[in-house]
């Protein structure tokens, strides 16, 4: 019998988007069943959101006021208590899931399988190697847990029509206090979040300054798209590595990608591969970014964003 326990992403109360892309993962191996699991203060809002992702056979609570902050520390032990009684264990392939997958597979006594972008069997997965140059198909032990995590950009998330019922747990684990919480720094901003976002603008070393980047924040506010940035434009401080995309960024999916003063690095283009339509802006009509583009327009972007921006209107 094949159950796997998807492990929820929140935040504020809110479910994030790719529990229902991990979700579409699960339902690729066409398991037994589906099940989410909630670890929350106050877990009922997010449960009650995890309970309408389609496939899902019930959503699990474990509510602690030691769970109130995202803790890999503190929540690995909890899901491991939990993990006894499935064959696999998905998280989204986030900060959030990269930072708690390897401690859920260490505990377990396993190897994690990094992600997954498509499911071939059971036991049986892809994923990209070397900036996604090459796709390795991975084989895993069938006599242990799986502990994989879920590549977003790979998947489609699963619709919100379904009725799971929702059951409070009640584990006791060890829980260490080498770790606590302190505080949650993060950036506040009306845009889109970069990872979920349909239409995402990113500006690289070519913007020239975190003065010019205005010029960036002011065209993706007009399209109402969220902002990211190459390496080279958050190493030299124009933008906060939050917004960073590619390989050691953030991946992304979204429908349309425009790329200004970036030149298409391959550690670049590894973020947005499963982008829909990108467009290149960049005075050099030889940069690699215009060998994956779907629109390239070569010039200076000083004077192609104002442009663009009269003609949307
Ligand atoms: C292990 C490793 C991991 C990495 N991870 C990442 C990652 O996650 N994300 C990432 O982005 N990079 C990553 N990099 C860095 C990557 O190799 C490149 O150095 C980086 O992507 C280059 O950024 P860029 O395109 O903004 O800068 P550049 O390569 O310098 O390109 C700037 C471009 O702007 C154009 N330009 C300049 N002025 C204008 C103008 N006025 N109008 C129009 N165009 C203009 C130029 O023609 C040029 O093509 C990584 C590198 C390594 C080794």
């Known amino acids: 019998m094949t159950k796997i326990l998807v492990i929820a992403e929140h935040l504020g109360g809110k479910l994030n988007g790719s529990t229902a892309r991990a979700v579409s993962a699960a339902a690729a191996v066409k398991p037994d069943a589906i099940d989410v699991i909630v670890l929350s203060d106050a877990p009922d809002a997010v449960a009650a959101e995890a309970a309408k992702i389609d496939g899902v056979s019930k959503v699990l609570t474990i509510a602690r006021a030691e769970n109130a902050h995202s803790l890999a520390a503190v929540y690995a032990p909890q899901i491991v208590k939990v993990a006894s009684g499935y064959t696999h264990v998905f998280v989204p392939s986030t900060t959030f899931g990269k930072d708690l997958a390897p401690r859920v597979a260490a505990l377990l006594g396993v190897s994690q399988v990094s992600d997954v972008m498509s499911v071939e069997g059971p036991h049986t997965f892809k994923r990209p190697i070397y900036a996604g140059n090459a796709i390795v198909t991975v084989e895993v032990d069938a006599t242990s847990t799986v502990v994989a995590t879920i590549r977003t950009a790979s998947w489609a998330a699963a619709a919100s029509n379904g009725s799971a019922p929702v059951e409070p747990l009640n584990v006791e684990p060890l ?10 720094q993060q950036g506040k901003s009306d845009r889109p979040d970069l990872q979920g976002a349909p239409k995402v603008v990113s500006g690289g070393r070519g913007v020239g300054s975190k003065e010019n980047f205005e010029i960036v924040y002011k065209f993706a506010d007009k399209i109402g798209a969220a902002v990211g940035a190459s390496r080279a434009a958050v190493d030299a401080g124009y933008v906060p590595n939050e917004l960073q995309v590619g390989q050691t960024g953030k991946i992304i999916a979204p429908e349309l990608y425009i790329a200004v003063g970036i030149s298409g690095a391959i550690q670049h283009l590894t973020g947005i591969k499963d982008a829909g339509t990108i467009v290149a802006i960049n005075k050099d009509g030889e940069a690699p970014i215009f060998e994956i583009a779907d629109i390239g327009l070569v010039g200076d972007l000083f004077k ?10």
Do not use: D, M, Q
């Open 304 to 313: 192609i964003l104002p442009e663009l921006e009269a003609a949307i209107g």
């Open 175 to 184: 829980l260490p206090s080498h770790t606590r919480f302190v505080n949650l």
